[in-house]
Nanobody, 122 residues
Framework: QVQLVESGGGLVQAGDSLRLSCVAS????????MGWFRQAPGKEREFVSQ????????MYADSVKGRFTISRDNAKNTVYLQMSSLKLEDTAVYYC???????????????WGQGTQVTVSA
């Protein structure tokens, strides 16, 4: 089992920045692909970004490319999502996800955190 705890969400204005953190426990962190998904009210959960277990290769949804940066600190068992130039449409609950040595995270079969709310106001 992997336990994930997110933090860092909040209420910000459009154009602001915010950094989310997710601390993992329970398994060898460096063996897991880590990622972020989000779910807005009335919408499906969607992929945001992921970082690989080896070499830290990253992937981003087109909607956040160039604005969000994912990183990981294996010594701290933590994955981060630095969000910049936030837009109203970034408002959602953001979920941390983990899966053992996965090439491409999907919306199923992951370990999930409880989520952290990000609200972007005009």
């Amino acid at each position: 089992q992997v336990q994930l705890v997110e933090s860092g969400g909040g209420l910000v204005q459009a154009g602001d920045s915010l950094r989310l953190s997710c601390v993992a426990s329970g398994r060898t962190f460096s063996d897991y692909t880590m990622g972020w998904f989000r779910q807005a009210p009335g919408k499906e959960r969607e992929f945001v970004s992921q970082i690989g277990w080896i070499g830290g290769s990253t992937m981003y949804a087109d909607s956040v490319k160039g604005r969000f940066t994912i990183s990981r600190d294996n010594a701290k068992n933590t994955v981060y999502l630095q969000m910049s130039s936030l837009k109203l449409e970034d408002t959602a609950v953001y979920y941390c996800a983990a899966r053992f040595r996965e090439m491409r995270l999907r919306t199923t079969n992951n370990y999930w955190g409880q989520g952290t709310q990000v609200t972007v106001s005009a």
